[in-house]
């Protein structure tokens, strides 16, 4: 061991022989983290992470829209977080994650599927801000 391989083993605390790279041309390349994969991605993370998967996907997506929706519809501080929460790892899962990382999901599927209890409310109330409560029926606001 020479002079300039002693100061490598002083400063990092591993032997020379350690701190090379331990990749070799050939190997397999990894697919890169950031996707962009938009809100198929994080569909897909959610979907995949639960027992959505048993749906067919065009029911399980806008059951997981809707779980959301119903965080947005809870007028309290509480709900405010809890919207925040969700959205900013539904804007996580779709910028970054490979789609082999499907149980990611899994973070957040809790605090998520609660909001589908809130979804009626967020619903009336969505119903109510449009002005057609009497329009229903055949019954117009006279």
Excluded: E
Aim: proline fraction near 7%; charge should be positive.
């Amino acid at each position: 061991m020479n002079r300039a391989d002693r100061a490598v083993w002083r400063g990092t605390g591993h032997p020379p022989q350690l701190s090379w790279r331990s990749d070799k041309p050939g190997d397999p390349i990894s697919p890169d983290w950031l996707v962009l994969g938009g809100i198929s991605a994080f569909l897909h993370k959610v979907i995949y992470s639960s027992s959505l998967n048993l749906l067919p996907l065009p029911l399980a997506g806008p059951v997981v829209i809707l779980a959301l929706f119903g965080w947005t519809g809870w007028k309290s501080a509480a709900g405010s977080f809890a919207s925040l929460l969700t959205l900013g790892y539904a804007l996580a899962f779709m910028i970054a994650g490979r789609a082999n990382n499907f149980y990611w999901g899994v973070v957040i599927l809790p605090i998520l599927f609660m909001g589908l209890a809130m979804a009626p409310m967020a619903l009336k109330s969505l119903w109510q801000s449009t002005g057609l409560k009497r329009a229903v029926g055949g019954v117009g606001n006279v």
